[in-house]
């Protein structure tokens, strides 16, 4: 795995390689192993498309290194290529998960095992919950960024490996949903029908995974450079198709309104890439 910029992308394989990598240095964290968690996240700091400071300053994953002396400078950006010579990671996270294994089951985390066994991103894609809803609003700040009567209300997720084309083909099946009723009071109305909205909320905590401990693990759910492009994505599409659409504001604390009109809530998801 290599540093990357805009006219040398990475590839598959890299990606791979570098989740692999994410994936062991957080069961490093697991196990009480900070130094090999970090010697890893040097490795990966050089893959801004995965790791970067600031992800490493929000995500709760990383909680127990805050304190530690190297984390920080990590936080503040200040690793430089002569520090943290360029080295594959793939060998790395290949040897981490050799050590990191009877580690977690001599503490009885076999849980945690999955995190170091990426399977998970071949099955799982972009999430949705979707409420069909009288009222919905979304407050920032005190303001009321954006309002919305009949409709739905939708809080979205994006993981690693989701694709435009998967929001695409998303957006699609949300605007032809029926899940209003005709005049025989049955579910056979779609959104454009009722003269419908959308409220469409940002929402990574959809991957929040706590099998395992009282706090959860959000690695599943993609970095903001990924899931902002995709999330704005998926707000367009939506458009496009002749609907109206309010939205909150990627990553802000938000104050949401819901007003759930059945109830009817549905959970949708997406088979990621391949699988």
């Not at 009288?134 to 690693?160: N, P």
């Not at 909320?201 to 395992?212: C, E, M, N, R, V």
Request: glycine share 8%; aromatic share 6%.
């Amino acid at each position: 795995m290599t540093a990357f910029d805009e006219d040398d992308p990475p590839g598959p394989h890299d990606i791979r390689h570098a989740e692999l990598a994410y994936s062991v240095a957080h069961a490093y964290v697991m196990a009480g192993e900070p130094d090999a968690a970090i010697d890893l996240l040097e490795q990966l700091v050089k893959t801004p498309w995965l790791v970067t400071p600031m992800s490493l300053r929000v995500d709760p994953v990383w909680a127990p290194l805050q304190s530690h002396p190297r984390f920080q400078r990590h936080r503040r950006g200040d690793w430089h290529e002569k520090e943290a010579p360029r080295r594959p990671a793939y060998p790395l996270a290949c040897g981490a998960l050799r050590l990191v294994y009877p580690v977690l089951r001599g503490r009885g985390s076999d849980p945690a095992i999955r995190l170091v066994n990426r399977q998970s991103f071949s099955r799982i894609g972009m999430r949705l919950v979707l409420q069909r809803v009288s009222h919905a609003s979304v407050t920032i700040a005190g303001k009321v960024a954006g309002s919305i009567e009949r409709g739905f209300c939708i809080l979205a997720g994006f993981t690693h490996t989701d694709t435009p084309a998967e929001v695409d083909l998303m957006a699609e099946k949300v605007a032809g949903l029926r899940l209003f009723a005709d005049v025989q009071d049955k579910m056979n109305l779609a959104l454009e029908d009722v003269g419908g909205a959308l409220l469409v909320i940002s929402q990574f905590t959809l991957y929040g995974d706590a099998q395992k401990g009282r706090r959860p693990s959000f690695i599943d759910a993609a970095r903001p450079e990924v899931a902002i492009p995709l999330y704005e994505r998926f707000v367009a599409q939506l458009r496009a198709r002749g609907l109206r659409v309010e939205t909150g504001e990627f990553g802000a604390m938000m104050q949401v309104e819901i007003h759930n009109d059945g109830p009817v809530t549905l959970v949708l998801e997406r088979a990621a890439s391949g699988s």
